[in-house]
């Protein structure tokens, strides 16, 4: 047998010609096989099954990293699927929905007329996992042309994937079976069955939850942790979503195409101001004179603070904007990361001691002169600027330490009113593949910074990571901690910002780190058709990205 040199981990290894990538890791390095889930060949990435025909270099994906652990839980939702397909048997008018995410696992929905979900078939559909990955079965991928995926959906009433791909530019389409059981994935998969060892089934609400392990700790099954207000903001959502017949980008797509998608948009807006208006409602009842909003990178926080200040003027308040980055400590004081790096999204990173000591004067009715940060020098300045809380008067601060009780601990709590917004798109690719609430915010995230900053796609996916983990470290775990949450995602958004995204991911050079990235999030968009701008209402919080708003300075 003809052998072929691989270079894997800087070591060359000689395997035969036409081994799986997956049959070396097994033969260099058994005791981490199932470590790892993808691979990068010549700087490509593939999945393990894929042959070795030629000397080459590999860059092992393990599920420790954010492609990897997405690669399993994609991998896993198949598994799952295909467990109640066994376990429901010739039972055909059933449907399994994942339809978001919900802590450390997904929030799915069985959807039948003969069965009905309880503890016992869910345990039955967990039995039926497991058996599937003692197994060791070949998840396999058949390439089909379009049409003939087409046809195969609808033989088997996916008509969700049916109409995805009934708009789907690309001539072909890779379909994955798994034990006869054939499914359409966005994305790479695991080799096979025995790769998914760690997972959980639980009853929650009206579904379920498929529970899987995290990137940090990729053996363990995380606890679930119920939380009830992000859980009704994401019902409220999803049951918009269905009002409007827009469940996935195929509805959505059909929309554009008929005309239809015009009058939705003005009823999602319509349905957004009136949650706005009914949170000013609550402001005023409460009689709150400090409003803290708090929310994760590219929530359009400053659009949400602008519309919100509008309604509590229509209920005959006046609203006063603060921004909590004025009360940064001067820059030598700030906090180093395990880098060297300033720590600008830490808690300590906030004068704490000022800003409490000034709300706390502003709720005496004493006037305060509040500061500027100066960015530039790494100093707050005082200008004078100055405020004073009169009757009616709110104030209304922004920043991602709102929901944080120490950046408040000096306030009384009757005064305070906080609100948590975030875009938690409920628009999935189909009934199995998700929309990640974070690919939406980053997509907004390249386009509003390379309009507004100057920064190319491949400087905001380079940081990106880096404002993640600020994100899960200091504003995620003070989610449920709101008084109220706001959704600030459009249903139809990505197909408007795909017209701006795509010029500037075109732009990533293959040669960048972030190169792949960028690749994947075109791949993701091209699902869209595309929507003219000139329909978005100029208040919409999709403007502060896209430019034209009635906001933008």
């Known amino acids: 047998m003809e052998k072929i040199r691989v270079l894997l981990n800087g070591n060359n290894q000689e395997i035969d010609r036409f081994s799986h990538i997956s049959e070396l890791i097994e033969m260099c390095m058994p005791e981490d096989k199932y470590k790892y889930v993808l691979a990068f060949k010549d700087k490509k990435l593939c999945e393990l099954n894929t042959m070795l025909d030629a000397d080459c270099e590999l860059e092992l994906v393990s599920k420790s990293s954010v492609i990897g652990m997405d690669t399993y839980k994609r991998s896993l939702t198949l598994l799952m699927v295909k467990a109640f397909s066994d376990v429901l048997g010739g039972k055909q008018n059933h449907r399994v929905q994942v339809l978001y995410s919900l802590g450390k696992g997904y929030y799915c929905k069985l959807c039948s007329d003969s069965c009905v979900l309880d503890q016992t078939l869910l345990d039955k559909v967990k039995a039926r996992m497991q058996e599937l990955v003692a197994q060791d079965i070949v998840i396999s991928k058949e390439s089909v042309s379009t049409d003939e995926a087409i046809r195969r959906f609808a033989a088997q009433g996916m008509t969700d994937k049916e109409k995805l791909f009934s708009y789907r530019r690309v001539s072909k389409a890779n379909i994955y079976s798994l034990d006869g059981y054939e499914d359409y994935f966005y994305g790479y998969m695991v080799p096979s069955t025995a790769y998914l060892k760690v997972f959980d089934l639980l009853l929650h609400d009206e579904g379920f939850m498929l529970m899987s392990p995290s990137k940090a700790e990729p053996e363990v099954v995380p606890e679930f942790k119920p939380m009830p207000k992000l859980s009704n903001v994401l019902k409220t959502t999803d049951k918009w979503s269905r009002m409007l017949n827009l469940a996935n980008v195929g509805d959505l797509n059909e929309a554009i195409t008929d005309g239809s998608i015009r009058e939705l948009m003005l009823v999602q807006e319509a349905l957004q101001e009136k949650q706005i208006a009914a949170i000013a409602d609550m402001i005023k009842a409460g009689d709150k004179k400090i409003v803290l909003i708090a929310g994760p990178s590219s929530s359009g926080k400053t659009t949400f603070s602008h519309r919100l200040s509008v309604q509590l003027r229509a209920h005959g308040l006046r609203p006063y904007p603060l921004a909590l980055d004025n009360y940064f400590v001067d820059r030598e004081h700030t906090p180093r990361d395990e880098d060297g790096n300033y720590d ?210």
């Open 344 to 553: 600008f999204e830490c808690i300590e990173a906030m004068d704490l001691e000022l800003f409490n000591s000034d709300m706390s004067r502003l709720l005496r009715g004493e006037r305060v002169e509040i500061p500027t940060f100066n960015f530039a020098l790494g100093k707050k300045e005082y200008k004078g600027k100055t405020m004073k809380l009169n009757e009616g008067d709110v104030l209304v601060a922004e920043g991602i330490h709102g929901l944080n009780p120490l950046m408040t601990s000096g306030l009384p709590d009757d005064s305070k009113f906080k609100i948590y917004i975030s875009a938690l798109t409920s628009l999935n690719i189909d009934e199995h593949n998700r929309i990640p609430t974070t690919d939406g915010r980053l997509i907004r995230r390249i386009v509003r910074d390379a309009r507004t900053r100057g920064n190319d796609a491949r400087q905001t996916i380079s940081m990106w990571s880096s404002v993640r983990r600020g994100e899960e470290k200091y504003i995620f775990p003070f989610q449920e901690e709101a008084d109220v949450m706001f959704n600030s995602a459009a249903i139809y958004e990505l197909s408007v910002i795909k017209q701006y995204a795509e010029p500037l991911l075109f732009a990533v050079q293959r040669n960048c780190p972030e190169y792949y990235e960028a690749k994947r999030l075109l791949k993701f968009l091209d699902y869209f058709l595309g929507l003219e701008v000139t329909n978005i209402p100029n208040n919409s919080i999709i403007r502060e990205f896209v430019g034209g708003g009635c906001f933008d300075l």
